[in-house]
């Protein structure tokens, strides 16, 4: 019995075969798989569509609710219990549909990455292969850097906004006092705000120290990830008299790039904490588990809703956003905890490979 396979309708190649013949087969191949790919990116992006439009009326249906619930429960109305029960099975129908369209929204971001990459693989096969700078695999890897350089470009510009334009600004702002007195020969004040200006000088000279060190932390190549990790809690402890611990297992040496985004992940998170818990208690834990290198950072703050987060803001905020892809660019899951009055926690789970679980 001859058994058939979906290859058999592409034409069969000469059993010695011109480059061009070859070419022309992979290409037919590729633009195969491209259309079928399309197929399937089509229908998640309808699916994502459809989830969508339902959630919005979920979420409608819900604020219509829970005001109708307020009012039943002020006013001691019978119907106050059936509300009640409403809101919470719209509740949970909401935090469904998130999870379902997060998961399709995925999907649909992979085959678009796999798309890309293979209508790239196409263009090459397409090409003679003479110029190097018309290879689309060249031109998405000189896009990429070129979007890393500005994203870190504007990163810096707020660092130094914030950071050495502040102590600059601030120092500016005291010797402009000092001439004025000078001028009017307020000599007792003189004294008093050179003094001052001496203070706030030195804190600056420390700040524009810190934020040196946190763009490129020498002890992160010098001794790894754990001792990087641990100056730079005692340096922030010290900066914002913050309550931080840092425990960590004995940990094998990573790729210089994983320990490079594991950092900066800590640098966000506490940075995060900073703002949004302040004074709160923080824990950092770098331990092996299973085979896999894992990086908690929990606060005691007043924690969110992360999904009225997305709801209301129609996206993840900024510095999630920004963990997340530095995450997945090291293949790490990466994982946000928190509600309201029970502080976040941050959790990076980085598989290890064999070379790195070696003694």
Known sequence: MRVSSGLEREPAVSADPSDADVLAAAHRIVVAQ???????????????????????????TLDEVVTQCRF?????????????????TLRTRCET????????QHALKQLDQLVRQID?????LRGT????????WMQALRAQIIKGREEERVRLAREVHDGPAQVLANTLMGL????????????????????????????????VRRFIADLRPGRLDEQGLVAAIEEYTRRYRDAYNARVTFE????????TESEIVLYRIVQEALQNAHKHARGAAIQVTLTVRRGRLVLIIRDDGPGFDPHEVVRRAGRESWGLTS??????LIGARFVVASRPGHGTEVTVALPLVATDLAP
């Open 248 to 255: 960590a297992d004995t940990l094998p040496r990573l790729p």
């Open 72 to 88: 039943a429960v002020e006013r001691k109305l019978p119907t106050a219990a059936d509300l009640t029960e409403r809101e919470h």
């Open 97 to 104: 549909l998130v999870r379902e369209r997060q998961q399709v």
């Open 129 to 136: 292969g003479e110029d190097e700078s018309a290879d689309p």
């Open 176 to 207: 402009e006092q000092c001439w004025t007195l000078i001028q009017k020969q307020e000599h007792d004040r003189l004294g008093v705000m050179v003094d001052r200006l001496r203070g706030a000088t030195r804190d600056g000279l420390h700040e």
């Open 34 to 60: 491209l259309v079928q790919l399309r197929s399937l990116a089509e229908s998640a992006q309808q699916r994502r569509e459809q989830m969508t439009a339902e959630l919005r009326q979920a979420e409608r």
């Open 323 to 328: 963990m997340r892809e530095r995450a997945e």
């Open 120 to 124: 790239m693989s196409s263009a090459t």
